[in-house]
Antibody, heavy 124, light 110 residues
Framework: QVQLVESGGGVVQPGRSLRLSCAAS????????MYWVRQAPGKGLEWVAV????????YYAESVKGRFTISRDNSKNTLHLQMNSLRVEDTAVFFC?????????????????WGLGTLVTVSS | QSVLTQPPSVSAAPRQRVTISCSGR????????VNWYQQFPGKAPKLLIY???LLTSGVSDRFSGSKSGTSASLAISGLQSEDEADYYC???????????FGGGTKVTVL
């Protein structure tokens, strides 16, 4: 069965960096777009970033553009999110999610499977 | 403020039917598929509906989705206490080149 396991969360000071990882198993990782979605404490879901199945294309939410970088290693079935210049408002549970469709047609995709999430706390 | 607009909360008695609306624009709901997610407190979201109205395997057929123009809806019929959760709509936005979520709707069973 599909498994997504996030890691790398923790407490970090504003302005510092953190790298999240998501280990995927149970499906052909290189066939699907992958996503990061976050949820601030007591708030709703916010999409963060998407990367195409081959890693050649990506998009970011305006709130993280220029600070976060999404990447993937298809040989290791792993998704990453490099987060730089972290802000207090980046405090959230970060979920990785698998796209539902083979290929990279985002307009018809969906977040089919989700990991349990990893908590990032940005605080001085 | 979410670009996809949902009511913050809806409530109904057991066995009743509730509908959650999700309003957007031509660049998102009007031109792309809408998906619906269910989330219990402290848990990861779960896909309920995709491609506007397709039910995820294993999800109760008491859940249904629909879309018309730039609005979509999630209906829950035969409401049960186990349906108490937060529900989110989501769609890709062609203008933003990004995904949008609705603000979420909390369903309460009276």
């Amino acid at each position: 069965q599909v498994q997504l396991v996030e890691s790398g969360g923790g407490v970090v000071q504003p302005g510092r960096s953190l790298r999240l990882s998501c280990a995927a198993s149970g499906f052909t990782f290189s066939n699907y777009a992958m996503y990061w979605v976050r949820q601030a404490p007591g708030k709703g879901l916010e999409w963060v970033a998407v990367i195409s199945s081959d890693g050649s294309n990506n998009y970011y939410a305006e709130s993280v553009k220029g600070r976060f970088t999404i990447s993937r290693d298809n040989s290791k079935n792993t998704l990453h999110l490099q987060m730089n210049s972290l802000r207090v408002e980046d405090t959230a549970v970060f979920f990785c999610a698998k796209g539902g469709e083979i290929g990279d047609t985002y307009g018809s995709d969906y977040f089919q499977h989700w990991g349990l999430g990893t908590l990032v706390t940005v605080s001085s | 403020q979410s670009v996809l607009t949902q009511p913050p909360s809806v409530s109904a008695a057991p066995r009743q039917r509730v509908t959650i609306s999700c309003s957007g624009r031509s660049s998102n709901i009007g031109n792309n598929a809408v998906n619906w997610y269910q989330q219990f407190p402290g848990k990861a979201p779960k896909l309920l509906i995709y491609y506007d109205d397709l039910l995820t395997s294993g999800v109760s057929d008491r859940f249904s989705g629909s879309k018309s123009g730039t609005s979509a809806s999630l209906a829950i019929s035969g409401l049960q206490s186990e349906d108490e959760a937060d529900y989110y709509c989501a769609a890709w936005d062609d203008s933003l080149n990004g995904w949008l979520f609705g603000g979420g709707t909390k369903v309460t069973v009276l």
